[in-house]
């Protein structure tokens, strides 16, 4: 890779340099792809492991598409490494399955769907947000993608809705920012300075794409900030990549609709927040400051909505919830948008 590509390049861990693509732009799923799930952390064999359980893994290793029976398993003598191969086995099928990482995750969603954990539905989300997003310039857009499938903290300063990455607040809240020495430090019950992550801002954007991986730039959503129509540009992206529809998003500060027919939390408290607005109930003024932001999502063509709502807005919350984390549904803007089922 030259240093302009470098430049450029994001999200390396989320393995989308492994993956080739079909004519249609979808990523074409391959054996690469597949191989680098068993060199994580969780699929090594660790020193205490039998025989035929890294026999196993180097046989996978040398050919990921190779086919492992009932015996395989049961010959591991230790009952987390069967149901981790287990667990790798069926993620692999589906892979293998569907042709595409496209294909995989909205199969996810279907009544026959496998059951696999939350983990890798996200790493599937990263790696097609990557592929969507490749070239992309705007910083602020691939940190709003983030929001699919990385956990925030929100925190309310001055005004301002910031949204910072949970698992590394949580990183720098035990090492104070200061790594294993800081980790030392805090266990001998010594007072660290305060760390403050970077907001990203137009000046800062450029540093970015070589800190993407680290996942430790703030994003501001709220209301005419870049961050919030950022987000707006991500979800058209991300519904016209999925569905094939073409949808225009804006921000809005209130809903003022008495014709408010369709909308979809992004989130479970949002969206329980909205299902009782639609349905009349009172929700108390602190519950209604979960909702972080609210957006209009319209049809360019609608004849590809349910008739009934055809030519209405679709109304969009993301909201926080009682921890104070948002934990966003992306499949939400798939499963659940108004597409006449005959498009």
Avoid at 108 to 133: C, K, N, T, W, Y
Avoid at 268 to 290: F, T
Wanted: hydrophobic share 45%; aromatic share 8%.
């Amino acid at each position: 890779m030259n240093n302009e590509s470098a430049a450029t390049d994001f999200w390396l861990s989320s393995g989308y340099n492994l993956l080739d693509r079909n004519e249609d732009g979808r990523l074409v799923v391959t054996a690469d792809f597949i191989r680098a799930y068993l060199s994580r952390p969780e699929m090594m064999p660790p020193e205490e492991a039998c025989d035929a359980e890294r026999a196993l893994h180097a046989r996978l290793l040398r050919d990921p598409e190779r086919i492992v029976d009932a015996r395989d398993l049961v010959d591991l003598a230790d009952v987390d490494a069967r149901e981790n191969f287990a667990v790798f086995l069926r993620f692999r099928e589906l892979l293998l399955k569907s042709g595409t990482v496209e294909a995989a995750y909205l199969a996810l969603f279907r009544p026959d769907a496998p059951q696999i954990p939350a983990l890798f539905i996200d790493q599937l989300v990263a790696v097609i947000l990557r592929g969507m997003l490749d070239g992309c310039a705007d910083a602020f857009q691939l940190r709003a993608a983030e929001l699919f499938f990385r956990i925030q903290r929100v925190s309310l300063h001055e005004g301002s809705i910031l949204l910072a990455d949970e698992e590394i607040v949580e990183g720098l809240g035990r090492t104070g920012g200061l790594g294993a020495l800081g980790a030392l430090v805090m266990q001998a019950g010594a007072p660290l300075r305060q760390v403050e992550m970077d907001i990203l801002t137009r000046e800062n954007s450029s540093q970015y794409w070589l800190r993407s991986d680290r996942h430790d730039m703030v994003l501001d959503i709220s209301f005419a900030r870049s961050g919030q129509d950022a987000f707006a540009r991500v979800v058209e992206a991300w519904v016209r990549h999925l569905s094939g529809a073409e949808v225009q998003v804006q921000p809005v500060q209130t809903i003022r609709d008495e014709r408010w027919v369709w909308h979809i939390g992004l989130d479970a408290e949002a969206n329980a927040i909205m299902n009782a607005l639609y349905e009349g109930q009172d929700v108390s003024p602190e519950r209604l400051k979960n909702v972080l932001a609210l957006f209009r999502l319209e049809f360019r063509d609608a004849s590809l909505m349910l008739p009934r709502v055809a030519g209405r807005p679709v109304y969009l919350a993301l909201g926080q919830s009682s921890d104070g984390t948002l934990r966003m549904k992306p499949q939400n803007l798939v499963v659940n948008l108004p597409l006449n089922a005959g498009n």
